[in-house]
C-alpha cells in the first residue's frame, strides 16, 4: 500500500510537472524534455548492464543531448541544417572510445551504446515540432501536445480497463502477457472517441485528422511498450522503473 501511495504520488508530480512545463513556453517544454531524454537513456543503459553489457554511458548521453538540441535548434530555424554535420565526429568517437575501453563483448557495447543514443534522441527531438507546428518557429500550440499526451494516457487507462473486464486474445504473450487484443481496441476507441472532443473544444483538426493521429499514436506507443518489454525479457528484469 505505501509503495502504491509512493507511485501514485509519483506520477501526480510527474503529470503536473509534464503539462506546466509544456503550457509555459517552448525553451521550458525542451528543457524538461531534455532531463526526462538524459534518464531515459541512463534507465535504458543500466538495464543493459543488466545483461552483462557495459554500454559507454556519459558519451551516450551526452550525444544524445547534441543530437535532441540539434534538432530542437533546426526546427525553431536558429541553423540550418549544417547543424547535423557536428555529429559526424561524435559517432567516430563512439568506436574509438570502445577499442581503448578494457572491457569485454565489444561488439554488443557498441551496438547498445547507439542503439540507447537513437531509440531516444530522435523521437525525443521531433516531440519539439509538435509544439512548433506548420514549420513556423514563431507558433507554439502547446494544446496539441497535450492532447496527444491525453490520447496515450486515456489509451493506458482503457487497456488496463477494458482489458481486465473482457480480455482474453493475448497480443503479444511471450513479450507482455498482460496486454490484450481486446483491451489495446477499447483503449484506442476511448482514446479517440475523446480526442475527437478536445480538439473539436480547441477547433484544431477535423474528426478525420484527429483519428490518423490519434491511430498513429497509439501504434507508435503500443510498439514502444513492446520493444520496452522485449529488452525486459531478453535481460531478464522484471521492471527497469
Same mark, same amino acid.
Given at each position: ?32 524534455f ?34 535532441? $538540441?540539434?534538432?530542437f535548434?533546426?526546427?525553431q ?27 569485454e ?77 481486446e ?25 478525420? $485528422? ?5 491511430? $498513429?499514436?497509439?501504434?507508435?506507443? $503500443? ?19
Amino acid at each position: 500500500m505505501k509503495n502504491f501511495t509512493i507511485r501514485t504520488i509519483s506520477a501526480v508530480v510527474f503529470v503536473i510537472i509534464l503539462i506546466g512545463s509544456t503550457l509555459l513556453n517552448k525553451y521550458l517544454f525542451f528543457s524538461v524534455f531534455g532531463i526526462i531524454l538524459s534518464l531515459s537513456v541512463l534507465e535504458f543503459y543500466n538495464l543493459t548492464k543488466k545483461g552483462g553489457i557495459n554500454p559507454q554511458i556519459i558519451p551516450g548521453i551526452i550525444i544524445s543531448i547534441i543530437i535532441y $538540441t540539434s534538432i530542437f535548434l533546426f526546427i525553431q530555424k536558429i541553423v540550418d541544417f549544417k547543424i547535423f554535420l557536428v555529429l559526424i565526429p561524435s559517432f567516430i568517437l563512439i568506436p574509438i572510445i570502445e577499442i581503448s575501453r578494457k572491457q569485454e563483448n565489444k561488439i554488443p557495447n557498441l551496438i547498445y551504446t547507439l542503439i540507447g543514443i537513437f531509440y531516444f534522441s530522435v523521437p525525443f527531438g521531433l516531440l519539439n515540432s509538435i509544439i512548433s507546428p506548420y514549420g513556423d518557429s514563431m507558433v507554439y500550440k502547446p494544446e496539441i501536445m497535450i492532447g496527444l499526451f491525453a490520447i496515450i494516457w486515456i489509451n493506458d487507462a482503457g487497456a488496463y480497463i477494458f482489458g481486465k473486464l473482457l480480455g482474453k486474445h493475448k497480443m503479444a504473450e511471450k513479450i507482455s502477457p498482460n496486454k490484450t487484443w481486446e483491451g489495446a481496441i477499447g483503449g484506442a476507441l476511448a482514446s479517440i472517441a475523446l480526442s475527437i472532443v478536445y480538439f473539436k473544444l480547441f477547433n484544431l483538426f477535423n474528426p478525420l $485528422t484527429v483519428i490518423i493521429m490519434s491511430l $498513429t499514436t497509439l501504434i507508435a506507443g $503500443t510498439i514502444g511498450d513492446l520493444t520496452e518489454s522485449m529488452f525486459k525479457r531478453h535481460f531478464n528484469v522484471k521492471d527497469s522503473g
